[in-house]
């Protein structure tokens, strides 16, 4: 590119960012990041907006586009229903306001260009959608994936530039690859779609990419989450029409907050760990011909649980005992939750809802058996975090109060409610134990994937 070009370039991608730059600094952007992050992060959003539009990779892209348009997909934090989706189970999960952003042009030609902050640049020419094997693994597989599956489903799409920024936790459970996939979905589905796409839709176009192009055999969970905003429970028992249902929850609201806690527990060598639980579970199923235990009766595990010990032992048996009550829990989970939206004593219904994410929590402990590695039983962060943070509970002698393991366990993060004005000292106690910053406060959000107008 020779200089007088570059220049004219640089002048127009000024002059079109200039406007989005008035934009965010706007009233209206204010509000629209008060409901996306809370009041209190508004003035940090705006800068990071800005950032955003001011390193767009300009110099990258063919000609001026007419605008720049951005985008925002939470992360999600998992609410109930720990590891029962791998056996088409019911889960709840909620969005939160850490998320991935991005700031994204289309392009006349097929390329995507795609800058993420913190990661190398990636460029894919989507010519050519079939998978590659070399690029499993990375950025470049999620977007040739997801561009594959919109043009499987009637959709072609052309190229794009973006500059994105995620703020999504990695390692801590809340979906950072999820909210990515969401993400450049949801950039492809406005730009050529005119953002019919649904939730439920984008979800499966993202899982679909990430199990055959990425190679990770993910379920549908995260993404769902990621896509649909507010708490939403999943019902996977028709896999391929998944029910999904959407409700308002704000803790914050209620006076509590909702934070989880990373152990720092070392992840090297869990895989057989987590395998192992969906594994279990379905050999059970297997002993009465089934496939996953949703087609399988508890009640009928009960009257040849003789067999089953001896075809499968005793912890398979236990874990299939806790999938079959953190599937109740997830329907009375999200019962409480209506109740909170309606009842007038809505401190009742906080109260049963509390008290079932304890449940879940005591479940994945006793029955699941996911706080920490058999094969490491020195190491136990998880439990740790738990037992400390329900003395903290009883020091306080908290009465609405609730903690559980987080995702997929072994090690990793824990959840917990606590009333708003004590998170100052559990902040304390858990930081002093794991390490500053180990705590994260989270917030649920409504909106799902979004495009965000500054001038609607």
């Not at 991005?102 to 800058?115: G, Y």
Request: aromatic share 8%; net charge neutral; glycine share 10%.
């Amino acid at each position: 590119m020779n200089n007088a070009f570059q220049l004219t370039q640089e002048r127009r991608f000024y002059m079109i960012g200039k406007e989005l730059l008035d934009s965010i600094n706007s009233g209206k952007a204010a509000e629209l990041f008060a409901s996306l992050y809370g009041k209190d992060e508004t003035d940090s959003a705006v800068q990071r907006y800005r950032r955003l539009v001011e390193n767009f990779p300009g110099e990258t892209h063919p000609g001026t586009p007419g605008r720049l348009r951005v985008f925002s997909v939470p992360g999600r934090t998992e609410l109930g229903g720990n590891h029962t989706d791998h056996n088409r189970g019911k889960v709840l999960a909620g969005s939160i306001q850490l998320d991935a952003a991005a700031v994204a042009a289309p392009r006349p030609d097929n390329m995507v260009f795609f800058r993420s902050t913190g990661h190398p640049d990636v460029s894919v020419d989507l010519t050519d959608l079939s998978m590659r094997e070399n690029e499993k693994g990375n950025t470049e597989a999620l977007i040739r994936g997801i561009a594959s599956e919109f043009t499987a489903r009637g959709t072609p799409v052309k190229g794009f530039t973006a500059n994105a920024a995620n703020a999504v936790l990695t390692g801590s459970g809340l979906s950072s690859s999820a909210a990515i996939e969401i993400l450049i979905a949801k950039i492809f589905d406005n730009l050529y779609c005119g953002g019919k796409r649904s939730a439920l839709e984008l979800a499966k176009i993202g899982q679909k990419a990430e199990n055959v192009f990425f190679g990770k055999p993910c379920g549908l969970m995260d993404q769902t989450a990621c896509a649909s905003g507010g708490a939403v429970a999943i019902d996977f028992k028709d896999l391929q029409n998944p029910l999904v249902k959407r409700i308002d929850f704000d803790p914050a609201a209620a006076g509590f907050a909702l934070c989880v806690v990373n152990t720092k527990g070392s992840h090297a060598d869990l895989t057989p760990d987590y395998a192992a639980i969906p594994a279990e579970m379905k050999g059970v199923a297997s002993v009465f011909g089934k496939n996953v235990l949703r087609e399988l009766d508890e009640k009928t595990l009960i009257g040849e649980i003789g067999g089953v010990r001896k075809a499968h032992g005793d912890r398979a048996i236990l874990r299939a005992l806790h999938f079959f009550n953190e599937n109740r829990r997830v329907d009375s989970m999200l019962s409480a939750l209506e109740k909170m939206n309606s009842a007038v004593n809505k401190n009742e219904a906080l109260g049963a809802f509390l008290g079932l994410v304890n449940e879940s929590g005591d479940s994945s402990w006793q029955l699941l058996q996911n706080i920490y590695s058999p094969k490491n039983p020195g190491e136990q962060g998880v439990g740790l975090a738990l037992a400390l943070t329900k003395y903290f509970f009883a020091e306080n002698k908290f009465s609405l109060c609730a903690t559980r393991v987080h995702g997929g366990g072994f090690a990793g993060t824990i959840q917990t409610y606590l009333p708003s004005e004590s998170l100052g000292s559990y902040r304390q106690l858990m930081e002093g134990i794991f390490g500053e910053g180990t705590l994260t406060v989270l917030r649920i959000r409504s909106q799902g994937a979004v495009e965000l107008d500054f001038q609607g």
